[in-house]
T-cell receptor, first 115, second 111 residues
């Protein structure tokens, strides 16, 4: 398996622009997580899905952030409009729900810089 | 209070030293616990699960103390390659499989 695939790996955009981050989870995994990592705040859970349904989006910082999972093999995280404080590494992770001991596999992340 | 808290460090230790990290969690009903490792500019990867009875994997030992709501990671005979950030992970057990990460503890092992 290719693992969790995220794109783009790097994104530099101007303040006010729309940014879309993409994630392809591991085939057969039914939980998908979006995290944001910064030096100041560490790894924050933004939203997670079970079977393509958003279960908890309490970590989404503002209405400027939205996430979708139209099918089991694809998810997007969108920021509109983007702001410099959104600069961070965004990770997508997936896991297979087989009881409580579930390992989350991470993509390589998208490094977002908003100038 | 954060759901999962760790000492950010950094811990600077010489090769061969023993080092221990603790992590506290706020939800007493939490079900599952893990330690992940993250190398610089890389994604986190599972290091080991933490079982109620404690578990060991080579030089690494993980323990759970439910009464005090903390988990620990002990690294014996530290190697240069152990230098990384160690992330404590908790699955609260309510609300599905929400997976909460601590901010991580940075470890530097020096020659």
């Amino acid at each position: 398996d290719a693992g969790v695939i995220q794109s783009p790996r790097h994104e530099v955009t101007e303040m006010g622009q729309e940014v879309t981050l993409r994630c392809k989870p591991i085939s057969g995994h039914n939980s998908l997580f979006w995290y944001r990592q910064t030096m100041m705040r560490g790894l924050e859970l933004l939203i997670y899905f079970n079977n393509n349904v958003p279960i908890d989006d309490s970590g989404m910082p503002e209405d400027r952030f939205s996430a979708k999972m139209p099918n089991a093999s694809f998810s997007t995280l969108k920021i509109q409009p983007s702001e410099p404080r959104d600069s961070a590494v965004y990770f997508c992770a997936s896991s297979r729900r087989t009881g409580m001991n579930t390992e989350a596999f991470f993509g390589q992340g998208t490094r977002l810089t908003v100038v | 209070r954060k759901e999962v808290e760790q000492d950010p460090g950094p811990f600077n230790v010489p090769e061969g030293a023993t080092v221990a990290f603790n992590c506290t969690y706020s939800n007493s009903a939490s079900q599952s616990f893990f330690w992940y490792r993250q190398d610089c500019r890389k994604e986190p990867k599972l290091l080991m699960s933490v079982y109620s009875s404690g578990n060991e994997d080579g030089r690494f030992t993980a323990q759970l103390n439910r009464a005090s709501q903390y988990i620990s990671l002990l690294i014996r005979d530290s190697k240069l390659s152990d230098s990384a950030t160690y992330l404590c992970v908790v699955i609260p057990g309510t609300g599905g499989f929400k997976t909460i990460f601590g901010a991580g503890t940075r470890l530097f092992v020096k020659a």
